[in-house]
């Protein structure tokens, strides 16, 4: 016997938003460390002489968290999987730390709640536990993942049969 994995019926995977590339963050730290050596010079040449060290530790810690971000949102990551067997939520946290949810995809149900002001949540509901998914989505995207993730259950809890038996001779 060969063991076969199961068919794959809907897949989702997100990511945090990078909105800067390698360069354009490269650019943007160069912006910051010209505005405040700009703005450092300034106050040196009015005799302000201390706000040349905060300007510079300012820019270093702006140009310091959006590394930060960067490095931590690149670890980050979401797959939603929907199989024959199962419905399995895969994540990875900001350290790089898995967690798999699994689900029975014939049970779990799909809850937009909204959230005034804010994203709205996503969560699949099962026996009264709630996991929620897209959390690295944005409103619109969020929307999208319900109603496709939303069609593929539908279409998993009322199969098609083709059974060649079945049907008319004539």
């Known amino acids: 016997m060969s063991a076969t994995s199961p068919a794959v019926l809907f897949e989702a995977y997100s990511t945090p938003p990078l909105a800067l590339g390698d360069r354009g963050l490269l650019l943007l730290a160069g912006m910051l460390a010209l505005g405040s050596l700009v703005t450092g010079t300034l106050f040196l040449v009015l005799g302000a002489w201390p706000v040349l060290g905060f300007t510079g530790a300012e820019g ?12 931590r949102a690149r670890r980050r990551s ?5 199989t024959e067997d199962a419905l399995t939520v895969r994540r990875r946290d ?3 730390r898995p967690q798999v949810i699994r689900l029975d995809p014939y049970w ?8 005034p002001g804010r994203v709205s949540a996503l969560h699949l509901v099962q026996r009264g536990a ?10 619109e995207d969020k929307r999208d993942l319900a109603e496709a993730l939303g069609a593929a259950l539908a279409k ?3 199969p098609v049969f083709d059974n060649p038996q079945l049907r ?3």
């Open 156 to 158: 998993y809890r009322s």
């Open 130 to 139: 709630a996991v929620e998914i897209g959390q690295l989505l944005g409103e």
């Open 60 to 71: 270093a810690m702006v140009i310091g968290l959006l590394l930060l971000y960067r490095r």
């Open 94 to 96: 900001n350290k790089g």
């Open 108 to 115: 779990a149900r799909l809850r937009l709640q909204e959230r």
């Open 78 to 82: 979401e797959l939603v999987l929907l």
């Open 168 to 170: 008319d001779v004539g």
